[in-house]
């Protein structure tokens, strides 16, 4: 293949990241921004999206899709429940202390990470995608499937922003998050908000699982460099910022999939987590962000 | 902290030494060895402690450092040949200045933004070992040669895969840093570091230059963790990029959690005892992680002190 189809190919691949990644970020983003907890399990509630999401579509059997579109809905509901108790029994009785609720979700993330592998495996495995199509582009055929994703996550996306500003749930969550004691004193429930905003996050990364592993397998371990992108989009993108968090997404998954193409993974990465880091470094309130209160 | 008894203080510490050179004759050959890993992650636990108990920095980053000092004198002596005292050396300067880039950079965040920072430095470094597998065997780690771990002084030479000098140098090192920071906490630095912990806004108007007491903080700590890995790589031989994954920076937080972030011996008492719940659960269970991590939650739960720290507060307030 010469430049121009392979660069096309990266882009493509590169917007699949993106789309995903933007998924995963956002439910880090609202936790982070709410709560303002730093849930490092967060990356473990995407991966048990995928594992669920294995043990649905086996369970269920008959044509893929049948089987795709009950963990679509199930997966995510069992996540968000699991991420309730843990939020009610863990989080809450911290006082949502920043550096606490860090230690206690790392707790988690181990517990989290060892229930995997005891009851479902060190081994990568399968799902199958519910439909098989390849659109031809104009040098190669690409999957069907991989576009739905994209797709699939503006849909997503779009509804969470309109839930966000054009309904009283979240006009009650923008309010607890701007002064959650304000809100507290005009008799909005914080603590059941804190709990809805917990288990919506987990939600989000779990869905985002399940629209990825039709192509890239389930595995145990596959919880960690969602968390990284995530935390490195949520940082570029500014807190609590909708709007930044698909651009930063954009912008990390298209440039990961070039470098990739063209360069090492692992150098990718490398300059990636660098330029975050100094990001950070040098500019707190992320690119797009408003400022920090 | 009290003032009363300084005496009282370096007594109980030299006696813990004491302790673990007659521990040295009478352990069984398994414990034996177990002791002197143990005693070299403990001054890993109190170069993190430094930062974390009496800074109140929540560092994820600490591997790095740990790393740093491990692959700087494993790689010494295997690519460059050095001895082992110019590697050991060696190991703990690539710390020392890897502290300090990183502490410049790091300390101009607060927060969460810290803890994020330095995580991320410790993944970029990780992520180097990886790409750089040629030199440092990437995933795999590489074994630091038997003949190349003796030291010779002189006439003598010092085997260090023999037991029993493996275990004296473990405790001379832990011994050194035990009493390097119980003579820094007990210093007016150490004063204004806690002081820094316990309101930073204030002890900046006090006159005290935070910044850079933060940072030489951060140096010493990245200094005593690099000591850390550098034994680790000259006394057990083996050099590895897992020593410097994530993970490894939890499990320092965790053991200074456990034993009692802010005291001196707290270290030593958390490895300790999450070595053996791990020894003694992996009779009954693999699931150690599993362990680990409801650890941490009741930890953070129940007992935000640790067991050293719970102590001081409700009987013993004179301890360091």
């Not at chain 1, 199958?128 to 503006?154: C, D, Q, T």
């Not at chain 1, 288990?199 to 595995?219: C, D, E, F, K, R």
């Not at chain 1, 999939?257 to 309130?285: D, H």
């Not at chain 2, 007990?186 to 850079?212: C, H, P, Q």
Request: glycine fraction near 10%; aromatic fraction near 12%; charged fraction near 10%.
């Amino acid at each position: 293949m010469h430049f121009g189809p392979h660069l096309l190919l990266a882009a493509l691949e590169g917007l699949v990241t993106s789309a995903v990644l933007a998924l995963t970020a956002l439910g880090l983003s609202l936790v982070f921004g709410v709560m303002r907890v730093v849930n490092v399990a967060h990356g473990e509630f995407f991966m048990l999206g995928a594992v669920l999401a294995w043990a649905i579509t086996s369970a269920i059997g008959g044509h893929p899709a049948l089987g795709f579109l009950a963990a679509l809905v199930i997966a995510p509901l069992i996540v968000g429940a699991i991420a309730l108790v843990a939020e009610r029994l863990v989080l809450r009785r911290l006082n949502y202390n920043p550096e606490a609720t860090i230690v206690a979700t790392i707790g988690m993330l181990y517990i989290i990470q060892q229930l995997a592998l005891s009851f479902y495996g060190p081994e990568a495995r399968p799902v199958e995608p519910p439909f098989s199509y390849r659109i031809l582009l104009p040098w190669f055929g690409y999957s069907g499937y991989k576009l739905s994703i994209i797709a699939a996550s503006a849909l997503l996306l779009i509804a969470t922003w309109l839930v966000l500003t054009r309904t009283r749930i979240g006009l009650i969550m923008r309010a607890t998050q701007y002064d959650s004691e304000t809100a507290q004193a005009f008799g909005i429930p914080v603590d059941r908000v804190y709990g809805g905003v917990f288990a919506l996050g987990a939600m989000l990364a779990a869905i985002a699982a399940v629209l990825i592993v039709p192509i890239s397998q389930a595995h145990y371990l596959m919880g960690q460099d969602p968390l990284l992108l995530s935390f490195i989009v949520v940082i570029i993108g500014g807190l609590g910022s909708l709007r930044g968090t698909v651009v930063a997404a954009v912008l990390i998954g298209l440039s990961d999939g070039i470098i990739s193409m063209f360069f090492s993974p692992t150098l990718a990465k490398m300059i990636a987590t660098l330029l975050v880091a100094m990001v950070l470094v040098f500019r707190p309130q992320g690119l797009f962000g408003t400022a920090a209160r | 902290m009290s003032e009363a008894s300084p005496a009282k203080a370096y007594a109980l510490h030299l006696g813990v030494i004491a302790l673990l050179f007659v521990l040295s004759f009478v352990l069984p050959e398994y414990y034996h060895g177990l002791l002197a890993r143990i005693m070299v992650l403990a001054v890993f636990a109190m170069g993190y402690n430094m930062l974390f108990g009496y800074v109140g920095l929540l560092s994820l980053g600490h591997a790095m450092f740990f790393g740093a000092g491990l692959y700087g004198a494993g790689l010494a002596i295997i690519q460059l040949g050095w001895g082992v005292p110019l590697a050991f050396l060696g190991g703990i300067a690539s710390g020392a200045v890897l502290a300090l880039v990183i502490g410049l950079l790091a300390l101009r965040a607060t927060g969460v933004a810290f803890m994020i920072v330095t995580m991320m430095f410790a993944q970029v470094f990780y992520l180097l070992i990886l790409y750089f597998a040629a030199w440092t065997g990437g995933d795999q780690g590489q074994v630091v040669p038997q003949p190349a771990r003796a030291l010779n002084l002189g006439a003598t030479s010092l085997d260090l895969t023999n037991p029993t000098v493996r275990y004296m140098s473990a405790l001379v090192l832990f011994s050194l840093v035990l009493l390097l920071t119980l003579a820094v906490v007990r210093s007016r630095y150490g004063r204004v570091l806690v002081a820094i912990r316990e309101n930073e806004e204030r002890t900046k108007m006090l006159g005290y230059d935070t910044f850079s007491n933060k940072l030489i903080a951060v140096v010493v700590s990245g200094t005593i963790c690099a000591a850390s890995g550098a034994a680790y790589a000259l006394l057990f031989g083996y050099v590895g990029s897992s020593f410097a994954s994530v993970q490894y920076s939890i499990l320092p937080l965790l053991w200074v959690l456990l034993g009692g972030a802010a005291t001196t011996l707290g270290p030593l008492i958390g490895t300790v005892f999450m070595y053996y719940v791990i020894d003694v659960s992996s009779g009954y269970t693999s699931a150690y992680l599993l362990i680990v991590g409801i650890a941490l939650i009741l930890l953070v739960l129940f007992f935000p002190k640790g067991i050293l720290g719970s102590i001081r507060q409700r009987w013993l307030g004179w301890l360091p």
